[in-house]
């Protein structure tokens, strides 16, 4: 995993500034940093520059940086990668007997190789996660590809001329004009959809994204995106036995591909299900090789005290762990977060993602990422089997189901509960809202002949890959590339992704169990108190002292006149709001403690107001 920038400009000859331009690409890279400080490298020509910021996960060696330069048919090609390809060895295979020759173990180059081949249809071989740009020097023309899903991210921006593109936006701020701004729409994102965001769009002004499954095409005749894969819907004829023996071959080979790397590899282990699924699978491989599985769970301090039991949220984490550590041989590590630190974090938290985003769920994942990274560098994580089997309320419950919004953001009231009267009238959040459910639904890919509940079905699912998915999926890599660690998440391979797609829901949701699908493929894995499990949601902590810390801050920061917070809120909507009891059993995006994580999020706003000193037009 790394961080990568560059930029392209066909009107302009950045040798003529060469320094200049240099130091704008070091600029850049140092803004990424922490995504990766094994190594630094960048190129520069007349029309391209790129720098790369490494995390050394394969080829250890000098041989892996980046860019990586190669010279084929007079013809030079300059590469720079952020992913992980899992299939790497049959790609050389493949590569190796059409003549190219391999002076490296990295993927990178492979990569190189099968673009070169292949061009833009290089990506239909991939296997893995990945964001990259290869220019081609003859033809004058630079390629941006992002995987499948968007587990990797790649910003782009495009202003006199120059196209500029980096793993996060910050970087591309440090590009000269490119400026961090914001608008009317920016803010709608923000309160109405937050911190889900619009596919494509970087919620900054003139700030986009490639889209998963998208490659973009740069050259003297202008930008064009192109999707090179997306969901396709057909009749699914494997019976229930089939279905199973199937997904239980493509969890387990996907399990097993991503465990490829030449550092020690860990899972993140929560003791919910999917992350015991991916620890036991780890496990099992690892013991073939006389290796034993370092695993990571979370918690909050005192949370033994303080936990209360709720609809959403019945029961601890922590003795589910403790099954799987009956059952298999492994090297684990509990962590705790306090409520002290949680506070702090807030404000890094937005400083991994440039943006605001799931509150005291980034704060911990980063706090969690930080202390995991110490002693490794890759993680395997639980992440997607939810959105992919079908594991939330919102698919099974029917005022959740047919809720004609997004089911995991329906409250709009909550959203607006801060607003001043005149911003509240301005956004019409819940219009704007709608609008963005309707154009996605519109978009599902159908199959002609299924009943409207069949529909309803594959509506739920898709705004569940394009939305939520999305959201987590974005938080797993900035909290955990924050403090260079590798998230991988095997769930989200593209293969379990298509085939579950076509799965009926009877199937995956057999005897009225969520997930039931994905219990029986593994039910050899796993013991029967964990396998049955019902789905808990991410660990907040319900100490009351993290509420009172985040009264106080938020009352400080609004009675700061110079807080810019100031000028969305109706300030005395927020002073009677903190004097009244909060509501642990009640969701907002998806998660718990709606009065702690709507506080937590107006912190969040304001401080990143202030950070890119933010004015709204």
């Known amino acids: 995993m790394c961080g990568i920038s560059g930029f392209i400009n066909f009107n302009k000859d950045f040798l003529e500034n060469e320094h200049f331009f240099k130091n704008v690409l070091d600029d850049m890279r140092k803004s990424l940093r922490r995504r990766g400080d094994d190594a630094k490298g960048l190129f520069l020509n007349n029309h391209f520059g790129a720098s790369h910021a490494r995390l050394s996960i394969r080829d250890l060696s000098e041989n892996g940086n980046q860019p990586m330069v190669k010279e084929v048919n007079n013809n030079k090609y300059i590469i720079v990668y952020n992913g992980e390809i899992y299939n790497v060895d049959e790609i050389k295979k493949d590569l190796s007997l059409k003549g190219y020759k391999f002076t490296t ?109 998208h490659f973009a095409i740069f050259n003297e005749y202008g930008f064009k995106e192109m999707p090179y894969w997306e969901l396709k819907s057909k009749k699914h004829t494997d019976s229930y036995e089939e279905t199973v023996e199937k997904v239980s071959y493509l969890v387990r080979d996907a399990i097993e591909k991503q465990l490829v790397s030449d550092v020690e590899i860990c899972t993140f282990l929560s003791g919910g299900i999917d992350s015991s699924i991916v620890t036991a699978v780890s496990s099992n491989y690892l013991n073939k090789f006389n290796k034993k599985l370092n695993t990571f769970s979370f918690d909050f301090k005192e ?115 801060f607003l001043n009267k005149d911003l509240k009238n301005s956004l019409n959040l819940k219009d704007y809202s709608r609008e963005y459910y309707e154009k996605s639904i519109k978009n599902t890919p159908y199959l002609d002949g299924e009943t409207k509940e069949e529909c309803k079905r594959r509506e739920i699912s898709y705004l569940n890959i394009k939305w939520f998915m999305s959201t987590l999926l974005e938080r797993m890599d900035r909290m955990s590339m924050y403090s260079s660690l590798e998230a991988r998440v095997p769930f989200a391979d593209h293969r379990i992704i298509e085939y579950l797609w076509n799965v009926p829901w ?37 100490n009351p002292n993290y509420e009172k810390l985040l009264i106080n801050e938020l009352t400080s920061i609004v009675n700061n006149n110079n807080s810019p917070i100031n000028d969305l809120i109706d300030k005395n909507k927020i002073l009677d709001f903190i004097k009244e009891p909060t509501n642990y059993d009640k969701p907002w995006f998806g998660q718990l403690m709606s009065g702690p994580q709507l506080m937590a999020y107006f912190i969040q706003i304001n401080y990143w107001l202030n950070k890119y000193s933010l004015n709204i037009k």
Not at 112 to 133: H, M, P, R, T, W
Not at 369 to 398: H, M, Q
Not at 508 to 523: F, I
Not at 529 to 536: H, Q, V
């Open 303 to 417: 949370n033994d005290i303080y936990f209360k039991s709720n609809s959403f949220q019945p029961e601890r984490d922590r003795p589910y762990v403790d099954i799987m550590l009956d059952n298999y041989n492994l090297n684990h590590t509990y962590l705790e977060c306090d409520e002290e630190n949680l506070i702090e974090l807030l404000y890094k938290a937005v400083d991994a993602k440039d943006l605001p985003g799931m509150a005291d769920v980034d704060a911990s994942m980063l706090y969690f990422c930080s202390l995991v990274a110490k002693k490794n560098k890759v993680a395997l994580t639980g992440e997607c089997a939810d959105e992919i089997f079908g594991g939330y309320p919102w698919f099974y419950r029917e005022d959740l189901l047919n809720s004609n919004t997004f089911p995991w953001a329906k409250n709009m009231e909550t959203r607006e509960l």
């Open 105 to 213: 173990k990295t993927d990178t180059e492979a990569i190189l190789y099968l673009f070169i081949e292949y061009k833009e249809k290089c990506v239909d071989f991939l296997n893995g996660i990945f964001a990259f740009s290869v220019y081609d020097t003859n033809n004058k023309c630079a390629y941006l590809f992002r995987d499948r899903v968007g587990i990797k991210p790649l910003f782009y921006s495009i202003k006199d001329n120059n196209l500029v593109f980096a793993s996060e936006p910050k970087a591309i701020f440090n590009f000269p004009s490119m400026e961090p701004k914001i608008n009317l729409e920016s803010l709608k994102q923000i309160l109405g959809l937050g911190p889900a965001r619009i596919e494509g769009k970087g919620v900054f002004e003139n700030l986009y994204e490639i889209k998963p499954g």
């Open 506 to 542: 009877d199937m995956k949701y057999k005897n009225g169990v969520e997930k039931s699908l994905l219990r029986e493929a593994t039910k050899d894995l796993l013991p029967d108190k964990l396998l049955n499990r019902k789905k808990s949601p991410y660990p907040k902590t319900y």
